[in-house]
């Protein structure tokens, strides 16, 4: 069966490859995905035929920071399975000193049918994980 228009890859260049290891490696294999590629400068995890790629930036162009609400990525999210795993990940999030974003909001800050954790990477990547409207595993 082709895979034609599903992403192949997302690759991302980060300020401090050690810390995106660090903070990225848990939560994609939390999400079913294997360590797929391993480098000097690079990282990659792999889930079915899409794979994410982190790079360490070269010094000389980490003089002007990631930010969001510049041009280019504004956050990356990701289907969680349920309800219920929005909700462990958001402890272990919390557990591990992740800031949650609009705490006032969560974890409906994407709207009343929206349920979902956001947080940031440590390079500021906005990163989500939402619910699906249904799920039959919901608690």
């Known amino acids: 069966m082709l895979s ?11 300020s ?3 810390k995106t290891i ?4 848990w939560f994609l294999e939390e999400l079913g ?5 391993e480098w000097e400068n690079g990282r990659s995890w792999k889930l079915k035929d899409t794979y994410i790629v982190f790079v360490q930036t ?3 162009f ?6 969001r609400s510049r041009v280019g990525l504004n956050h990356l999210a990701f289907q969680a399975e349920s309800r219920h795993q929005v909700d462990e990940m958001t402890k272990k999030l919390k557990e591990r000193g992740t800031t949650i974003l ?4 969560h974890p409906f800050a994407g709207g009343p049918n929206h349920y979902a954790v956001f947080c940031e990477d440590p390079d500021r ?11 039959n595993k919901d608690d």
Do not use: C, M
């Open 125 to 135: 990547i906005k990163l989500e994980l939402v619910a699906p409207e249904k799920s």
């Open 16 to 18: 401090d490859l050690r």
């Open 33 to 37: 995905y294997i360590p797929f590629q």
């Open 102 to 105: 609009y705490p006032e909001k």
């Open 58 to 60: 070269e010094d000389r």
């Open 22 to 25: 660090l903070f990225w490696g």
């Open 62 to 67: 980490l003089d002007v920071p990631y930010h």
């Open 4 to 14: 034609t228009g599903l992403l192949h890859h997302i690759e991302l260049y980060v």
